[in-house]
């Protein structure tokens, strides 16, 4: 059973944080990479984060490289994304994706997913 469930958004000022929760199953999880995109009314789907449950590895988008990092707990199927130092533009819907690790990592965390999670709001007041 594919599962995906998104949790933690919010509202935030500039400059906090925020933690988000991306809850698999583990049909979801296995051989998975797993993934944080966000897209705002208007503008093109972005590809945040993305975390191999193969091996752990990870890609940041480059446009929030050094505040964001992507991180797993195996044991539970969950995969977070810590989001810190905030700005107005990353206001955002964030969903979590799954795909295939191999082909998720090819296309560097820009396309690949195969299931989608509903989104989470997350609002960053300036």
């Known amino acids: 059973e594919v599962q995906l469930v998104e949790s933690g958004g919010g509202l935030v000022q500039a400059g906090g944080s925020l933690r988000l929760s991306c809850a698999t199953s583990?049909?979801?999880?296995?051989?998975?990479?797993i993934g944080w995109f966000r897209q705002v009314p208007g503008k093109e789907r972005e590809g945040v984060a993305c975390i191999s449950s193969l091996d752990g590895s990870s890609i940041i988008a480059n446009s929030v490289n050094g505040r964001f990092t992507i991180s797993s707990d195996n044991a539970k199927k969950t995969v977070y994304l810590q989001m810190n130092s905030l700005k107005p533009e990353d206001t955002a819907v964030y969903y979590c994706a799954a795909g295939d690790s191999k082909v998720v990592f090819y296309n560097k965390c820009r396309g690949g997913m195969e299931y989608w999670g509903k989104g989470t709001l997350v609002t960053v007041s300036s």
């Open positions: 583990e049909f979801t999880f296995k051989d998975s990479a």
